[in-house]
């Protein structure tokens, strides 16, 4: 048994990183599963076009909750209480009109279908009820990831249906999460639900990494009473700032040596075990699972493909220097590379209350100097990136959130306020079978209800899981063998077909 070293930083099941990466621990994990997906007879016989058209899966997703009127939905002949100070920009899309903080995004949006109608009954948190078939959120469910009553993420049912398809072992691209493990970069609250594989088991988890560049400029407070302030990624990083496996390599500069040897100890494992896999007589004994975990460990694709540092600096430059633009990057490069399913989160940092695109406060300060700059450059790039290299034909991208925000503007708070609103939001997607340069539903005047073809984050996950070759029909089986649709009421939306 090949034992990792590394961080003894306890994972929500109690196990330590270090005893999840032992080679023969990963069987405990549930590798095979009891209860094997129930295929929809149906899964190629849809009416609807370009089932399969995606080979692969881009989802990024804006945590805390984005308001269109400032984004994909703005209202320019609202009065100033709803239109706010932000006024609409044309797009290259005939017509459309986005807000005038991303005016990069404007010269991308005929690549987009731009979903205004976006509507659920949670005006709350719900990231795992966003993100999974899940049918009724409760607050609660939220600071418990790994709560019998989760449902898995979507991309970890992608992950596990693929595997179920294959004989070959699993891929350690295949299905891997940016820029570290979501919502463990705060101070005030643990890890919160969303993007976890549920009863799937933590095999199906994303692969997750982690950004090592530090912020280098204050990002405007979510709160004035915040007593701390912090030098924020997301507003700001330095070029030399790289991706690696999470807990597992080369720490930062002023890293204690205790622990610094420690990585270094794995680093000669790692020398040792490549030169057992190419001894195929020290490897027999070994069975299919310790194999195929010992291949995932010693394998160095996910490191080149890590390495933003091979990028052209123009490039970076392009995608922005902030956590969010070079996770970007990284994760083009990671679907360059073979990854089926890759999840950026520009998620909250230093304090999850308020974090994130959670304007309660300072929310001009903050939309303005900080969230659509950093969201604009980086996310039109992506698209022009994926497009130039041939990609975006058959990759899909989301980009969405948990819900919007209020269309009255609260005057009250210091740098005005827009709060949580379910009822109307916007999502953009783009490649794998989206149409191209088309708008999608409609809200009312003032962009507080939905006027027409209201859309639900289920039927986004439908709609993905057709375009990936999956029929939302089909049933996986929770440990108690209970059947359940992989979409949950969601439906596949032909408006959003190209």
């Known amino acids: 048994m090949l034992n990792v070293l590394g961080t003894t930083r306890r994972l929500c ?23 094997a997906a129930s295929w929809a007879s149906d899964a190629d016989s849809s009416p609807l076009p370009h089932f399969g ?50 005016p990069k995004v404007a ?21 795992a009820y966003a993100l999974s078939g899940l049918p009724v959120y409760t607050t609660d ?38 820029p570290w493990v979501f919502n463990s970069q705060v101070d005030d609250l643990g890890l ?31 709160r004035h009473e915040q007593a701390k302030e912090y030098l924020d990624p997301y507003a700001s990083t330095p070029l030399a700032g790289r991706f690696d496996f999470d807990g597992i390599v080369r720490g930062p500069q002023g890293l204690p040596p205790l622990r610094m040897n420690s ?28 194999k195929q975990a010992l291949s995932l460990l010693t394998s160095t694709q996910m490191q080149t493909a890590l390495d933003i540092g091979r990028e052209p600096d123009q490039l970076r430059d392009q995608y922005g220097h902030t956590v969010f633009g070079q996770s970007c990057l990284a994760a083009r490069r990671l679907l360059e590379a073979g990854s089926r399913f890759v999840s950026v989160f520009w998620d909250a940092y230093g304090t999850y209350f308020s974090g994130g695109w959670d304007t309660h406060q300072n929310h001009y300060p903050r939309m303005k100097e900080y969230l659509l700059p950093g969201f604009d450059g980086a996310f039109a790039t992506l698209i022009r990136d994926l497009e130039q290299r041939g990609l975006l034909e058959d990759t899909l991208v989301v980009c969405t959130t948990e819900h919007g925000r209020t269309p009255q503007i609260d005057s009250k708070p210091v740098g005005a306020a827009r709060h949580h609103w379910s009822r109307a939001y916007s999502t953009a997607l783009a490649g794998g079978g989206i149409a191209k340069g088309r708008v999608v539903g409609r809200t009312d005047a003032q962009g507080g209800d939905v006027a027409e073809t209201p859309i639900s984050p289920k039927d986004i996950q439908a709609t993905a899981f057709h375009l990936l070759g999956i029929s939302p029909n089909t049933l996986i089986h929770d440990r108690q063998n209970r059947p359940y649709r992989i979409a949950g009421d969601g439906q596949v939306r032909g408006e959003l077909l190209a």
């Open 13 to 35: 099941d109690g196990l330590t990183r270090r005893e999840a990466l032992q080679v023969g621990s990963l069987g405990a994990w549930g590798l095979t599963m009891a209860n």
């Open 53 to 102: 058209k995606a080979k692969r899966c881009l989802l990024v997703f804006l945590f805390g909750g984005v308001s269109s009127h400032e984004t994909l939905d703005p209202k320019p002949d609202a009065p100033f209480e709803i239109q706010g100070e932000l006024k609409a920009i044309p797009s290259s899309l005939t017509g459309v009109a986005v807000g005038e903080g991303l």
């Open 107 to 127: 010269e991308i949006t005929d690549r987009l279908t731009v979903v205004r109608s976006m509507n659920h009954p949670y005006p709350l948190h719900g990231v």
């Open 141 to 178: 469910l939220e600071v418990k990831p790994r709560d019998p009553a989760q449902w898995p993420y979507f991309g970890s049912i992608a992950d596990y249906l693929w595997a179920q398809r294959s004989t070959a072992p699993k891929d350690l691209l295949q299905h891997v999460g940016l």
């Open 192 to 222: 919160i639900a969303g993007p976890y594989a549920s009863f799937l088991g933590q095999q199906y988890d994303p692969l997750w990494v982690k950004f090592d560049g530090k912020g280098t400029r204050l990002a405007p407070k979510c």
């Open 263 to 290: 990585r270094q100890s794995l680093l000669d494992q790692f020398d040792q075990a490549r030169r057992l896999v190419d001894d195929s007589s020290a490897v027999r004994n070994y069975s299919s699972q310790e």
